[in-house]
């Protein structure tokens, strides 16, 4: 079953972004404040001149539903009614966990 149990409690919170955890866990609690802090961060890079053409802050950086400790789990299970056999999402996850690992 994915994932690995792991246990991410003890990694920083990302300063710009409150409530979001730097790790293979999406942790967003509060959209609200998530959605206001990447307001402000695309105000900022806009005004720096960096920003993106036509750069917009409602899109998050993240999928709403796979997010959370069940994440890894959720999408397995999504990749399975799609009919993706087991070694598709062990290949899936699998990278995605090894990817999490190493930032």
Sequence with gaps: ???PERKND???TTPSVPGLRRGGITAID???ACQSALEKEVA???AAGIGARGERSDPYPFVVDLRGVDQ???LAGLLS???HPARV???VLGLIV???ERV
């Design 10 to 12: 003890a990694l920083p």
């Design 1 to 3: 079953m994915w994932p």
């Design 44 to 46: 900022e890079r806009a």
């Design 98 to 100: 090894r990817y999490a």
């Design 72 to 74: 890894f789990r959720t």
């Design 30 to 32: 509060d959209l609200k």
């Design 81 to 83: 009614a799609r009919g």
């Design 89 to 91: 999402a062990d290949k």
